[in-house]
């Protein structure tokens, strides 16, 4: 078992950078696969990003690549979203999720566990 909370979401102007904090408490943090999804008014949890556990490899939705970049501590127990250029169409609730699947995937189902998101506001 592990507890997430969300950090670090707010109202930023277009073009701007927000970047978003998760930490972790329970289970040890290394075990987890960690990813970030997102949900904007009237839709649906949609994938952002994950990092794998050790290796660091990461994987991107193709829209989001370039903007946005996911990272991790270990030592500190957190993963990171760091988002630039930052459009209207990212305004969403954004969660922070973690995964103990032997595989990494960007579907809700692969995650255990989440966090209770943090709001992110982009004005134009």
């Known amino acids: 078992q592990v507890q997430l909370l969300e950090s670090g979401g707010g109202l930023v102007q277009a073009g701007g950078s927000l970047t978003l904090s998760c930490a972790a408490s329970?289970?040890?943090?290394?075990?987890?696969?960690m990813g970030w999804f997102r949900q904007a008014p009237g839709k649906e949890h949609e994938f952002v990003a994950l990092?794998?556990?050790?290796?660091?490899?990461?994987s991107y939705t193709n829209s989001l690549k370039g903007r946005f970049t996911i990272s991790r501590d270990n030592a500190k127990n957190t993963v990171y979203l760091q988002m630039n250029s930052l459009k209207g169409e990212d305004t969403a609730v954004y969660y922070c999720?973690?995964?103990?699947?032997?595989?990494?995937?960007?579907?809700?189902?692969?995650?255990?566990?989440w966090g209770q998101g943090t709001q992110v506001s982009v004005s134009s």
């Open positions: 999720a973690a995964s103990s699947s032997s595989y990494t995937a960007t579907t809700l189902g692969a995650y255990s566990y």
């Open positions: 329970g289970r040890s943090f290394s075990l987890y696969h």
């Open positions: 990092i794998r556990l050790n290796s660091g490899l990461t």
